[in-house]
């Protein structure tokens, strides 16, 4: 029986995959350096402390690794608080869930404060009865401890949530812990489809349907 949903956030339940490269565009030019295509492929396994460090380290920045997550954070902040808006539909599954009293928790490697700005912004806020980022546990999503974490805030059991994610790697980590995962659709993952496919226990291409959820999962 499911108890809980545990959400990933970017790319699931926001359309802000296309920022991040934008973001660290603007970042970069401050500095007059040329990031790598591949930057955000790199350090969006990475904790923050690590991908801080590798940025000062790899780039040759002269700031901390303090300063230039403020930094980061401050242009991110501007998309969240202005441009970002929801994934087509998913304000429907977030209604049926809620409808049903099935429980939500966000589980996000983004910073909590524009993670907030952007929900409360756009409504939903108060649909999620609990908010964990990778920052604050000191844990990345190669690790399972947000997803178990944030079952556990919203009383669900190990073999009680289902979590929603869009990144293959992510993906990976519930598919290795035993976790049921929801795999989303977002072109950023797109070269990864295929892999996705094999390790979730269901596959979104939208969220049009929630009949597609109840046919495979117990509420």
Not at 154 to 160: K, M, V
Not at 169 to 182: E, L, N, R, S, W
Request: hydrophobic share 40%; aromatic share 14%; proline share 2%.
């Amino acid at each position: 029986m499911i108890k809980g949903i545990v959400f990933d956030v970017d790319g699931v339940i926001l359309d802000s995959m296309w920022i991040w490269r934008e973001v660290m565009r603007r970042f970069f030019s401050h500095y007059n350096v040329e990031a790598e295509v591949d930057i955000m492929d790199k350090i969006v396994q990475m904790n923050f402390d690590e991908s801080s460090n590798y940025i000062k380290d790899h780039y040759k920045i002269p700031r901390t690794p303090e300063e230039i997550l403020e930094e980061i954070f401050a242009i991110t902040r501007d998309f969240y608080d202005n441009e970002i808006e929801l994934k087509p539909g998913v304000l429907n599954y977030l209604n049926e869930f809620k409808k049903r009293g099935i429980r939500m928790a966000a589980a996000t490697a983004s910073d909590r404060s524009y993670i907030e700005a952007g929900f409360k912004r756009l409504g939903i806020y108060d649909f999620f009865d609990s908010i964990m980022t990778t920052r604050e546990l000191g844990v990345a999503k190669t690790e399972p401890t947000i997803y178990l974490k944030s079952a556990e805030a919203i009383g669900a059991g190990p073999d009680e949530f289902v979590v929603f994610e869009d990144a293959l790697y992510a993906i990976d980590t519930c598919h290795k812990a035993g976790i049921k995962v929801v795999a989303v659709y977002d072109a950023k993952s797109e070269s990864d489809e295929a892999e996705i496919r094999r390790k979730s226990d269901l596959y979104l291409e939208n969220y049009d349907s929630f009949d597609l959820f109840l046919s495979h999962f117990n509420l």
